[in-house]
Nanobody, 123 residues
């Protein structure tokens, strides 16, 4: 029932900007951390940025100063503003949310993942 839907990926030139967004929907009670991960070809999936329900953030060293993660708790969305993009930022970007949902009278707390969106930085 819970779904995370991402949008905003695409092709950009080095030095350009792009904003990714992710919307969580379904039988959600609360959302704890929300995060963006990425996976480049031949590489392991890595954490890019995370934001807590209270708004505190943390970033991978490779993106600090260039990327900004934000969320709108009223809309159950998280965004990633990416500036000064580099070719090494090329990857599939995945939205992640640790949340509590319900089904009938039961509740479940676990991670959910978006489908991924391709970001390509190239001339």
């Amino acid at each position: 029932q819970v779904q995370l839907v991402e949008s905003g990926g695409g092709l950009v030139q080095p030095g350009g900007s792009l904003m990714l967004s992710c919307a969580a929907s379904g039988s959600i009670i609360s959302i704890n951390d929300m995060a963006w991960y990425r996976q480049a070809p031949g590489k392991q999936r890595e954490l890019v940025a995370v934001i807590t329900s209270g708004g505190s953030t943390n970033y991978a060293g490779s993106v600090k100063g260039r990327f900004t993660i934000s969320r709108d708790n009223a809309k159950n969305t998280v965004a990633l503003q990416m500036n000064s993009l580099k070719p090494e930022d090329t990857a599939v970007y995945y939205c992640n949310a640790h949340l509590t949902s319900y089904s009938g009278r039961s509740t479940y707390t676990r991670d959910y993942w978006g489908q991924g969106t391709q970001v390509t930085v190239s001339s």
